[in-house]
Structure formats: structure tokens, C-alpha cells
């Protein structure tokens, strides 16, 4: 996993401005796992896997914490979902533009045919714990919850999701793409900072940096969502 080395009293700034402690506020947002969502990015493997070329080491250490969050939040009671890279062509709403094939032929003829259904790239990673029951949504751009990239902002909504806990990679593409996104369309966004990855330290810290002082982003640990998905479980025991 990443070394985090973002400033903690930078991480610990929204603290001081609304005047609360760790204790009382261990988290930015309180979790109501029914409204929450754990979604899962690209964790497939052309992302995973050695012999691709979008594989970072990285990418395969996050799985354990992943798994865990997964875990937690279906006994919660809150929704899981995994999110594949791939191109849907044979649907005008997901169509790449026709701008992008012409300025880059080579690189989109190479991701198309990598992450094309049924391919191995784009089958999830088999150590990932992926159960019945939770939501698999394909997506075509780098955000997810764009309405020509996917339908996930339609399914959390009509599930009545206002909570999204991002995990996956790459930190500083997708999944922070994802994350400003869901910003923008009011969801109270969480970035998981040990269960999210890319391919240095550096971009991870700098992604962080971004989330932290921009946009209104709850930075966690994976211990400390995992124990507040279980006080909620409790509370409502």
C-alpha cells in the first residue's frame, strides 16, 4: 500500500474550522448504511495483472482492504458495487466520440480491445469478494457517475444512495474522477486513502492533497470505516 505522507494537521483542518475533535467526529460524514454505497473501481485484471499494461503493484495490495470494507458494509446493511472498465459501442449514450478515435487511434483501438467483454482483462480480480447480491455496473469514461459513462448515478439514486465510499484504482484517475463527480451531484463522497491506489506514492499524495483542500472529501482509513460501519450497525441493533 501507499505511504501517506499528506501533512496531518491538513487532513485534520475541517476539524479545527467546525470545531469538533477526532473523537467526536472521526469521520467528515456519519454513516447511514442504507443510504451508503461501497463502490469499487477498476479493480480488474488489465489493472491487476503483470502481463497488462495498466498494472500497478500497487493495485493488488489494496484487495485485502477492499475485501474488508465489502464485507463490513453488506453486514451493515449498505450496498457494494463493482465498477468494469469497457466500451459500449452498440449504445449511442456510451459511444466514444468520434474526435477521440481520430486523435488517438492506436490508444483506443488498444483499450477497446483489452477491456472488451469476456476478455481477461476485464474480469475482476479472482482474489476480489465479489458476492450475489452486490451491483456489478459497466462504465466507458474514467468517471463513473457521468450519464454517457455509466449507470451508476441512476442506480444509487433510485436505491436512494446518498453516500459513496470510493475504493479502487487508479487513485488520480478514476477513482478521483469518480469522486469529484459524486461532489458535484451532492452525494456526501468518502476516499478510502489505504484501499485506493495508483502508480506512486507521489500521484496517491497528491490526489489526497487535492480531495483534502478543494473538495468537501472524507479521507479515511480503512480501520476507521470499518469500525464506524459497525457502530452503525450497532445503533441500530
Known amino acids: 500500500m501507499h505511504k501517506i505522507t499528506v501533512d496531518p494537521a491538513s487532513l485534520n483542518l475541517w476539524r479545527q474550522i467546525e470545531g469538533v475533535t477526532s473523537a467526536e467526529r472521526p469521520t467528515r460524514y456519519s454513516l447511514a448504511p442504507a443510504r451508503t454505497a461501497l463502490v469499487v473501481i477498476d479493480m480488474q485484471n488489465g489493472f491487476c495483472q503483470p502481463q497488462y499494461a495498466g498494472y500497478f503493484a500497487q493495485n493488488v495490495s489494496i484487495v485485502p482492504n477492499i475485501n474488508r470494507l465489502a464485507r463490513a458494509m453488506r453486514e451493515a446493511g449498505g450496498k457494494v458495487v463493482w465498477i468494469q472498465q469497457t466500451f459500449r459501442e ?33 474480469e475482476l480480480h479472482a482474489d476480489l469478494d465479489v458476492r450475489e447480491g452486490d451491483l456489478r455496473i459497466e462504465k466507458t469514461r474514467w468517471g463513473a457517475m457521468m450519464p454517457n459513462s455509466s449507470e451508476l448515478h441512476e442506480t444509487l439514486q433510485a436505491a436512494g444512495i446518498d453516500t459513496l465510499i470510493a475504493t479502487g484504482c487508479a487513485s488520480d484517475g478514476c477513482v478521483e474522477s469518480t469522486v469529484r463527480e459524486a461532489t458535484m451531484l451532492d452525494y456526501k463522497p468518502i476516499f478510502v486513502m489505504d484501499a485506493t491506489a495508483t502508480d506512486s506514492d507521489e500521484s496517491h499524495n497528491a490526489t489526497i492533497h487535492t480531495l483534502n483542500h478543494i473538495f468537501l472529501v472524507d479521507l479515511v482509513m480503512t480501520d476507521t470505516l470499518v469500525e464506524q460501519l459497525k457502530a452503525s450497525q450497532r445503533e441500530m441493533a
Do not use: K
Request: overall charge positive; charged content about 35%.
Open 90 to 122: 452498440d449504445e449511442p449514450r456510451f459511444r466514444i466520440p468520434a474526435w477521440r478515435r481520430e486523435a488517438f487511434p492506436q490508444f483506443q483501438d488498444r483499450l477497446q480491445t483489452t477491456f472488451e467483454r469476456g476478455a481477461s482483462a476485464y
